[in-house]
């Protein structure tokens, strides 16, 4: 499935003197505002947010740079009267505005489609349902450890168009990419690109689990054979369209928990684990086996060992010593609100996985846990399909408690196989996960969903479940246990 939003792009995508209409005007609509502006580029601004909710400042800057704003809604006639449009990663592509744009044949593109005229530097670029942020972050700090000038950012942290407007002195670009920015990433070529894994996600913005699917592999639409493509050949969806896709522009390592086996084949090329020891070959012809020890470093154990190996042969990719990728795995810290753990209290280990919105990342961090779990999960639905988890729940789940508006829905799931508690709020689900606890076990938060029903974000959920836990410390044990059953529960023990 194609998810082309435009005709072919000209060369340059954008000159002196054109019209061009920013769409969104989040952290990545500004950037690109003022690297326009930059390129002697007249600029018009359309943010379906109402002005209250925006800040003053940045659109009084705008007023002063003669940057006309549509403000609180997103009409037919501005689009239709510019010579290209700019989207930012989270404006929908199904706008009314947009498909009259296309029907004046308008080039329509987001800031990744900029890199293949303006920026001066190789990418290596990050993309899967999970996971990105924590390899992006390994990349650039491996990168780093070896001496070279590197930018990291992208969908984490600066805005590439943030970048593009500076003096761009980095060796590398690394970049974090979401399927939101490859569909409108026009001609975009990593040197290097990523695909760490494919999972249900984003259903309420696509049409389909195959749409999402494509959109992620698209990154490695444009690459040629001098390129470097690196997947997950543990994954199952990557698998099938890496069957279908047939030969790879770009030269393919694979990944494979497995050692180097994906499915019935063995891998020439790639990453594998033994014990805690990452092991890589095939980097070059009749190159020995390179081994990398994890031991010791939050990197040893699944998803992390997983993100390990891809930053390995991304940095052997980029020319860096395997002696200083070493000492860049073993200074690297985990991010947080990602399987990070927050405290022991009484013999029960308390892990802030808040990261987790989708059901894909809350199986990977199961998968690599060897307690028994007591899960605290829910949230804002995004549509995926929570019975997708009930093996590794039956798995690795002792006792759940449910919070947010998803919470019916995921009951609903799992009410079968395990106790299943509500909680109204962060405080009381931490509560009753600990009198579901005994010695040994772990507490995970690991929500399966958005935050925005409860909080302002991931961030923000995860600060609140680390103040609760904190808290634990300070309020004695309820040795009765209890709190409330779900209704569901509480009509199969009836």
Same mark, same amino acid.
């Given at each position: 499935?194609?998810?082309?939003?435009?005709?072919?792009?000209?060369?340059?995508?954008?000159?002196?003197?054109?019209?061009?209409?920013?769409?969104?005007l989040g952290k990545s609509g500004y950037a690109a505002v003022r690297f326009l502006l930059a390129q002697g580029v007249r600029v018009s601004v359309s943010e379906g947010g109402r002005a209250p909710?925006?800040?003053?400042?940045?659109?009084?800057?705008?007023?002063?740079?003669?940057?006309?704003?549509?403000?609180?809604g997103h009409s037919s006639e501005l689009f239709g009267k510019v010579d290209a449009i700019l989207l930012s990663p989270g404006v929908p592509l199904a706008l009314p505005a947009l498909a009259?744009?296309?029907?004046?044949?308008?080039?329509?593109?987001?800031?990744?489609? *900029?890199?293949?005229?303006? +920026?001066?530097? #190789?990418? =290596? &670029? $990050?993309?899967?349902?999970?996971g990105k942020s924590t390899?992006?972050?390994?990349?650039?700090?491996?990168?780093?450890?070896?001496?070279?000038?590197?930018?990291?950012?992208?969908?984490?942290?600066?805005?590439l168009c943030e970048y593009l407007a500076g003096p761009?002195?980095?060796?590398?670009?690394?970049?974090?990419?979401?399927?939101?920015? *490859?569909?409108?990433?026009? +001609?975009?070529? #990593?040197? =290097? &690109? $990523?695909?760490?894994?494919?999972?249900?996600?984003h259903l309420d913005r696509y049409p389909s689990y195959a749409a999402y699917a494509d959109s992620k592999w698209s990154i490695f639409r444009h690459q040629q054979p001098d390129d470097s493509a690196i997947l997950d050949g543990d994954d199952p969806e990557i698998a099938r369209l890496l069957a279908e896709a047939g030969a790879n522009p770009a030269s393919p390592y694979a990944i494979s928990a497995r050692r180097f086996v994906v499915g019935e084949r063995t891998v020439g090329s790639g990453a594998g684990m033994?014990?805690?020891?990452?092991?890589?070959?095939?980097?070059?012809?009749?190159?020995?086996?390179?081994?990398?020890?994890?031991?010791?470093?939050?990197?040893?154990?699944?998803?992390n060992s997983h993100n390990a190996m891809t930053a390995i042969i991304a940095a052997r990719c980029c020319g860096c010593e395997p002696t200083a990728i070493r000492r860049g795995l073993a200074a690297f810290q985990p991010l947080p609100h990602r399987l990070a753990l927050v405290a022991e209290v009484e013999g029960v280990a308390y892990y802030d996985d808040s990261k987790a919105t989708n059901i894909g990342a809350v199986a990977s961090a199961l998968e690599g846990l060897k307690q028994?779990?007591?899960?605290?999960?829910?949230g804002l639905d995004k549509g995926g399909d929570y019975r997708l988890?009930?093996?590794?729940?039956?798995?690795?789940?002792?006792?759940?408690?449910?919070?947010?508006?998803?919470?019916?829905?995921?009951?609903?799931?799992?009410?079968?196989?395990?106790?299943?508690?509500?909680?109204?709020?962060?405080?009381?689900?931490v509560g009753k996960a600990r009198e579901l606890a005994q010695r040994g076990d772990l507490v995970l938060l690991s929500p399966a969903c958005a935050s925005f029903d409860m909080f302002d974000s991931y961030a923000h959920r995860g600060e609140v479940f680390r103040a609760a836990v904190q808290a634990l410390r300070s309020r004695p044990r309820d040795v009765r246990g209890g709190g409330r059953l779900c209704p569901i529960m509480e009509a199969l023990v009836a």
């Open positions: 499935m194609n998810h082309a939003t435009s005709p072919i792009l000209p060369t340059p995508i954008v000159k002196k003197g054109d019209h061009v209409l920013v769409v969104g909710q925006l800040d003053a400042e940045k659109i009084q800057w705008l007023q002063e740079k003669g940057v006309y704003c549509e403000i609180g009259a744009a296309r029907a004046r044949n308008i080039p329509i593109f987001g800031e990744l489609a *900029l890199a293949r005229d303006f +920026l001066k530097a #190789p990418v =290596v &670029a $990050i993309t899967g349902t999970n390899v992006t972050t390994l990349v650039g700090d491996l990168l780093k450890a070896a001496g070279k000038e590197v930018f990291v950012g992208g969908n984490l942290g600066t805005p761009q002195e980095a060796e590398w670009v690394v970049l974090e990419v979401s399927s939101f920015q *490859l569909d409108t990433a026009g +001609l975009f070529r #990593p040197r =290097v &690109a $990523i695909l760490l894994n494919i999972t249900p996600d033994a014990g805690a020891v990452a092991q890589v070959r095939g980097l070059a012809p009749g190159a020995s086996t390179e081994e990398y020890n994890l031991a010791g470093t939050p990197l040893a154990t699944a998803p028994p779990v007591v899960l605290i999960a829910g988890m009930r093996d590794i729940v039956r798995q690795k789940v002792k006792a759940m408690v449910l919070i947010g508006s998803a919470r019916q829905l995921m009951a609903a799931a799992f009410a079968d196989l395990i106790p299943i508690q509500f909680a109204e709020s962060m405080a009381e689900a």
